[in-house]
Nanobody, 123 residues
């Protein structure tokens, strides 16, 4: 059974940083494309960082480019999202997702999802 467990969320002031972690089990992690998505109340879920199975290719939307960094440690079955220069508009529930096939950072590309971790940024 595939499990993705996020951690590291919390409340931070604008301009601050957080590092999210997602521990994966029940899958051959090194063969999965991984991603972080977020969803704010009343908004669609959006990808904020995607990384391929080798860790050689990443994607970020313009809204977080230069501030967020996705990385992975295949030896620890863990994917990370380093978030710097946080803004109030980054407030959302952040989800980890996994895909066993090529994923283009779209929601429908990922078959497995974590439960999410809340990130709140105060102004």
């Amino acid at each position: 059974q595939v499990q993705l467990v996020e951690s590291g969320g919390g409340l931070v002031q604008a301009g601050g940083s957080l590092r999210l972690s997602c521990a994966a089990s029940g899958l051959t992690f090194s063969k999965y494309d991984m991603a972080w998505f977020r969803q704010a109340p009343g908004k669609e879920r959006e990808g904020v960082g995607c990384i391929n199975w080798r860790g050689l290719s990443t994607y970020y939307p313009d809204s977080v480019k230069g501030r967020f960094t996705i990385s992975r440690d295949n030896a620890k079955n863990t994917v990370y999202l380093q978030m710097n220069s946080l803004k109030p508009e980054d407030t959302a529930v952040y989800y980890c997702a996994a895909s066993s096939t090529y994923a283009n950072c779209g929601v429908s590309s990922y078959a497995y999802w974590g439960q999410g971790t809340q990130v709140s940024v105060s102004s």
